[in-house]
């Protein structure tokens, strides 16, 4: 027996309580989740119970569990204890001696027990104090005051190595959750304990060459027997280990290689490789591509170019935050059925943003699978952070380890430094001091990845200009990414997208409300009232309501009562990023990627997620599955012309027709007009520009665009704000074809139709779609869903723009 498992049921108690409180926790976990388990707390997500569980947070825990070894796990020369994640300030004693204290929960625990250990019963406890109150105790330890920023709720978070948004954030509940993450175990090593498998790549003509690496840590020295297997090909290897950390490397080469590729760009081949000893086993999957991340001058500044196997890719997706505020509750299937919604949206790139965790393992096994490119921020965001030296080699620690263990992904394309510090620097008079500052934890940042994996690009955080330097870093459309929240914080019209021009967008965004199952789900009855302390309670950003509000008397007719008003919310926030996008995508290779914010929720809220914290797609998923196709039309207006584009990000050409027709609010059509459309690989081209004047504005156009290989593609176009078209009242009706087809059809043209099923976070095959008389649209649910005929009749309700209002 080398190895024991001690993921599992624990005790938990509060420090202090008697025996008697015990509660039974499984690992890994959280301490919120298993007093939910018990219903010694109400569920912090509905209603304001988030109030009345903060004590939770404010106590130390103890997790307590027993378990039996054999004498020959102890013959071994070490065994050492792995907890993957303890979060945070845990001290972890083994038959009552202490083992060893953490303080940074992104740094896995390996520690030398054996001298602890007996043999058949031992004890392991870990005793994990209150986050608040370790910060606080931080605080008074800095050599000047640092700026936490707007987002947390606990003071001084800035200053603990611990998930940012755990003390809320201005889409996130605040619940400082204590835990125990990943796996826990013993393991028994005569030789040497292998800390980490990467591979280096190095792709010529038709070959690519990869160097295995494996870290070993030795307690004294030796020799080990290493066994690489990559791709049905064997190399053994004995080695003489020196005491402290050895590397062993094995060489292989793959001709013809299948290459791994981004979603839409080509398969996702991975190869399996496996590293062993006689004690021990690491496998992982590689995939082989060649990354190149470009940001060379050129005369329009600087741009930013993902290259993949010589193909630059127009990265498309969002940013990711947490799947969950519990910890528990991030199960692999969730990140399946996320990262598959992301996928399902032609998404390409996901942004991990700084404020959230580096993620778990699935994450990003998940991400190679499904051909994810994942843009990974070190967990630093919208703070300043300290630089005094013990805190650098703390953060040197977790970046190495991070770095290590993440690097033989095929997707990861990017390590970056943070989110948005830089910008706060300014905040302060103390300009210079809070330079240096930043400087040095960015010089640690950059110095260990470039240590660590110099196969990779670093960028100081996000947003910056290059990899060099960071002036003004919002609002520069010339070098660099761009975080673009005029739209949003500053309360710009959607026109406004029209007048920045970024090279890469990794931040913009827009708020809505989450399925109306999902507010009825945390908002009782007698609070379902937008202005409701309960909704408030669930809306995060202190300005969010009053710029929906705001934005739907731009653009909208003013809904009427609660569902309307959430209902209008999607719409309005859909046509948000619509517009953003679209034209940003018109704009390839000058800009060359978009991800907004934000991909999910951690709790029921109204945010910027284009899918709520229940799994439901709002509106924005499916017009960004729409306006993220490989090849769109759309139209941008400006204030005389109304220009027709075709975008294509495909590898090879495209040919196909293009059909524009004109019709009137009644559903006459007032004009049609057909295109021939062939277009290279990776290209964006105006294909026409009307005299916006031959258009009435009481009409619209739809944009038909089928491809010769089947493909197709619609889009639908107001030539003014929605708010001053008569839209007629269409009667809708449906026709059930089976219990997962459904027939929709209309008499008038009807907008933004939607189907939701009550309670049921199901994804229609399309939704949020214009229905136009004369044309039946055949809605799927993708699997049977396993639901009554009946029964799903009664769930579905469907709304539309016209619907919303009542004159
Ligand atoms: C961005 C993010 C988050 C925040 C969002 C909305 O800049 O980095 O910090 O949640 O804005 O305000």
Known sequence: MDKILLNGSWLLRRVGDDFKSVVSSVLPGDNYSALLSYELIPDPYIGDNEKSVQWVGEQSWTW????????????????????????????????????????????????????????????????????????????????????????????????????????????????????????????????????????????????????????????????????????????????????????????????????????????????????????QVIQKRLGLRKLEVLSEPDEKGRGLVFRI????????????????????????????????????????????WGGGQY???????????????????????????????????????????QVKRLRHHACIALWCGDNETIALIRLDKNEYRNLLNFERLNKTLRDTVSACDPERTFRPGSPCRGSDYYEEPFRDETQGDMHYWGVWHGSEGFDAFYRVQPRF?????????????????????????????????????????????????????????????????????????????????????????????????????ASWSSIDYFGNWKQLHYHAKRFYAPVIATIIQTADAAELWVVSDLPRGFSGKLAVAQYDFAGKQLNAFDFDIDLDAGCSRCIQSFALEAFRRDSFLTLELMGKDMYQHENVHFFTEYKRCDLEVPVIELEFTSDHEIVFTTDKPAFFVFAELKGCPAVFSDNSFTLLPGKAKKIFLPEPAQIDLPVLKEKLTVRHLRGSYTE
Not at 220 to 233: A, H
Not at 335 to 349: C, P, Q, S, T
Request: net charge negative.
């Open 309 to 352: 196997n010589g193909i630059d890719i127009f990265c498309k997706g969002a940013n990711w935050i947490p799947m969950d505020a519990l910890p528990w509750r991030q199960t692999p299937d969730r990140y399946e059925k996320l990262l598959g919604d992301a996928v399902a949206a032609n998404m390409n790139m996901l942004r991990v």
């Open 64 to 279: 307590f569990r027993e378990f039996e070894i054999s004498g020959e796990l102890l013959q071994h020369r070490s065994v050492y204890l792995n907890i993957d994640a303890l979060d945070t300030f845990g001290e972890i004693r083994i038959n009552g001696c202490v083992a060893c204290q953490s303080d940074n929960m992104f740094k896995r625990i390996r520690v030398e027990v054996r001298d602890l250990l007996q043999v058949e019963t031992n004890t392991i406890e870990i005793i994990i104090q209150p986050p608040g109150r370790e910060a606080l105790a931080e605080s008074v330890r800095q050599p000047f005051p640092l700026y936490v920023g707007g987002m947390n709720k606990i003071p001084h978070m800035n200053l603990i190595r611990k998930v940012q948004c755990h003390a809320g954030w201005d889409w996130g509940i605040c619940l400082p959750v204590s835990g125990i993450y990943g796996e826990i175990y013993l393991q028994g090593v005569n030789e040497g304990r292998i800390e980490h498998v990467y591979a280096e790549q190095c792709h010529e003509e038709g070959a690519c060459r990869i160097k295995v690496i494996c870290e070993i840590i030795a307690e004294v020295e030796g020799v080990i027997s290493l066994c690489f297997e990559f791709n049905g090909e064997i190399i053994n290897k004995t080695e003489n280990l020196l005491a402290g950390l050895n590397k062993v490397a094995a060489d292989f080469q793959v001709n013809s290689p299948e290459l791994w590729y981004p979603a839409g760009y080509g398969s996702q081949s991975l190869y399996e490789l496996k590293v062993s000893t006689q004690e």
């Open 505 to 605: 967008c990794s931040e913009f965004g827009y708020q809505s409300f989450p399925a109306q199952s999902t507010v009825e789900w945390y908002a009782p009855e007698g609070s379902r009232n937008v202005t409701s302390p309960i909704m408030e309670f669930h809306q995060r950003s202190g300005v969010g309501n009053s710029k929906i509000v705001e934005m739907f008397s731009r653009y909208f007719r003013f809904p009427d009562g609660f569902a309307n008003f959430i209902y209008l919310s999607q719409v309005q926030q859909a046509m948000a990023i619509k517009t953003g996008v679209e034209y940003w995508r018109t704009l390839r290779p000058h800009c060359m990627g978009t991800l907004y914010w934000q991909l999910n929720d951690n709790w029921p809220v």
């Open 359 to 401: 993620e778990s393992d699935i994450f990003y096994q998940l991400c190679d699978e499904k051909g994810i490119l994942v843009w990974q921020d070190f967990m630093f965001a919208c703070a300043q952070y300290p630089s005094t030296p013990d805190f650098l080699e703390n953060v040197r620690g977790e970046i190495e380890y």
